[in-house]
């Protein structure tokens, strides 16, 4: 199996699973409880609060979440006033918009994938209570210009929300948001545990009631193992930035070149993280070029929304009409791709589409 879907996840890291084993194998304390092997376990998560925090601007607090889907859920539920967001964003922030019943305005983006900030300052004006807005889009890769979206939510006095699961450990982010939600398991962490970050000074409604274990008032028992494995896999990602980085771009651009000529990319070519490519090819059959390659992991959009029927939000928010969101596929590859399995991953591709064009 050649694996090329790592927006809908990524490999576990070694370290990660060597830090969770010790927590699922023989230490099984509530990290809540006052007694030794308790404070053992308080002791664990707090290491790993400090590197995945480590990973974040400073001045703020971190409190762990089941995901990313819960965290973005408590920033907006746990806001007031009217919401202004982009019409690409996750539906984990749509749907959670929709449902909280607060007046909601949602700006178009460009064919790019990208907003304009001049609309958006036309929205965003006083009495505008939060501001949410995605770092890098899921399905296609594209690089909001969040600082400067940021700069206006304050100038109109609201709170900015960014959703930085995509970006987290792999692009900068801006200090000046005051909420951030990312998720383990996109930095080659565990599954079911997410964090928020919240600014000194702002406060939030709680999303779940109960202990309040986790400052600024989230309820639940902690994973210990979870936490390790998020902390660890924040550890490596500090460590290997730059290295991950540069091999992503020597990636992308051998896919990019064995693409050029048969292939149209979908968003900004230019702003955008690297270890996404989103292109189509009309006419394209992608459940049968699915089916064709099943030892071939790749993504037809986002994971959140397989078997729904419908066809991207995303891309037909660029312009797209349904059957070009239809026929487009995204590769996602990362840290423990190679380059050699790419390119035939893509050879491969390439040469099941041209197939469907001989047969029809």
């Known amino acids: 199996m050649i694996y090329l879907d790592y927006q809908a996840t990524t490999p576990l890291d070694p370290q990660a699973l060597a830090a969770m084993?010790?927590?699922?194998?023989?230490?099984?304390?509530?990290?809540?409880?006052?007694?030794?092997?308790?404070?053992?376990?308080?002791?664990?998560?707090e290491v790993a609060r400090g590197h995945v925090a480590a990973l974040l601007p400073p001045g703020g607090t971190l409190a762990f979440t089941s995901g990313a889907t819960e965290a973005l859920n408590w920033?907006?539920?746990?806001?007031?006033?009217?919401?202004?967001?982009?019409?690409?964003?996750?539906?984990?922030?749509?749907?959670?918009?929709?449902?909280?019943?607060?007046?909601?305005?949602?700006?178009?983006?460009?064919?790019?994938?990208?907003?304009?900030?001049?609309?958006?300052?036309?929205?965003?004006?006083p009495g505008t209570g939060l501001v949410a807005v995605m770092l890098v889009n899921n399905e296609i890769g594209v690089v909001q210009p969040?600082?400067?979206?940021?700069?206006?939510?304050?100038?109109?006095?609201?709170?900015?929300?960014?959703?930085?699961?995509?970006?987290?450990?792999?692009?900068?982010?801006?200090?000046?948001?005051d909420l951030i939600a990312i998720s383990a398991h996109k930095i080659h962490g565990p599954k079911g545990i997410g964090a928020l970050w919240v600014r000194d000074g702002v406060t939030l409604a709680p999303l779940l009631h109960g202990g309040g274990q986790e400052a600024p008032g989230r309820s639940g028992t902690l994973s210990p193992a979870l936490c390790a494995g998020f902390g660890a896999a924040a550890k490596v990602a500090a460590v290997?930035?730059?290295?991950?980085?540069?091999?992503?771009?020597?990636?992308?651009?051998?896919?990019?070149?064995?693409?050029?000529?048969?292939?149209?990319?979908?968003?900004s070519a230019t702003r955008r993280y690297l270890g996404n490519l989103n292109i189509r090819r009309d006419g394209l059959d992608v459940a049968r070029l699915m089916s064709d390659l099943r030892d071939i992991a790749f993504s037809a959009g986002s994971a959140c929304a397989s078997g729904s029927g419908r066809s991207s939000h995303v891309l037909r928010a660029l312009g797209l009409s349904d059957a070009q969101a239809r026929s487009s596929i995204r590769i996602g590859f990362g840290?423990?791709?190679?380059?050699?399995?790419?390119?035939?991953?893509?050879?491969?591709?390439?040469?099941?589409?041209?197939?469907?064009?001989?047969?029809?």
């Open 146 to 177: 969040v600082e400067a979206l940021a700069e206006i939510a304050h100038a109109a006095g609201a709170l900015f929300l960014c959703d930085a699961v995509q970006g987290y450990g792999r692009v900068p982010i801006p200090p000046s948001c």
């Open 240 to 267: 290997r930035q730059e290295e991950d980085a540069a091999h992503v771009a020597q990636l992308h651009a051998a896919a990019v070149a064995r693409l050029a000529s048969s292939w149209q990319r979908n968003g």
């Open 75 to 125: 920033a907006i539920k746990g806001t007031t006033g009217a919401i202004v967001t982009l019409a690409t964003e996750h539906a984990a922030v749509l749907d959670t918009v929709a449902a909280s019943g607060r007046p909601a305005t949602v700006l178009p983006v460009g064919p790019d994938g990208l907003v304009d900030l001049e609309v958006a300052r036309a929205a965003i004006v």
């Open 21 to 45: 084993l010790p927590w699922l194998e023989s230490q099984h304390a509530n990290p809540h409880s006052p007694h030794a092997p308790g404070r053992a376990a308080k002791a664990a998560v």
């Open 335 to 360: 840290r423990m791709t190679t380059e050699e399995e790419l390119m035939t991953a893509l050879d491969r591709i390439c040469a099941a589409a041209d197939a469907q064009r001989v047969a029809a």
